[in-house]
């Protein structure tokens, strides 16, 4: 069981930064593949990048290639997203949910645990 609590979220202006923080419980989070997925209102959830155990490879949609940055460090149990270059279209509840195993990690179904999601706003 892993349980995933994320954070910073807010109201940003066009052209801003962010960073979110997602910490994981367990002793066992070095062993799970993590993303970030987000939401808008009345949109399905989509993919936005993902991160394999290590953190040797890092997955993007191509909407935030280069605007966005994914990392995280196991001896904190917790995984990051920077985004920079923030648009209105970004707005939505950003989630990092985690995979054992994955075959394909833009998948939401391949993903075991979610958290509750931090809210993020681009707005002037």
């Known amino acids: 069981q892993v349980q995933l609590v994320e954070s910073g979220g807010g109201l940003v202006q066009p052209g801003g930064s962010l960073r979110l923080s997602c910490a994981a419980s367990?002793?066992?989070?070095?062993?799970?593949?993590m993303g970030w997925f987000r939401q808008a209102p009345r949109r399905e959830r989509e993919f936005v990048a993902a991160?394999?155990?290590?953190?040797?490879?890092?997955y993007y949609a191509n909407s935030v290639k280069g605007r966005f940055t994914i990392s995280r460090d196991n001896a904190k149990n917790t995984v990051y997203l920077q985004m920079n270059s923030l648009q209105p279209e970004d707005t939505a509840v950003y989630s990092c949910?985690?995979?054992?195993?994955?075959?394909?990690?833009?998948?939401?179904?391949?993903?075991?645990?979610w958290g509750q999601g931090t809210q993020v706003t681009v707005s002037s």
């Open positions: 991160i394999t155990t290590r953190g040797g490879n890092t």
């Open positions: 367990g002793r066992t989070f070095g062993n799970y593949g």
């Open positions: 949910p985690a995979a054992f195993s994955w075959k394909t990690p833009t998948c939401g179904t391949d993903y075991a645990y």
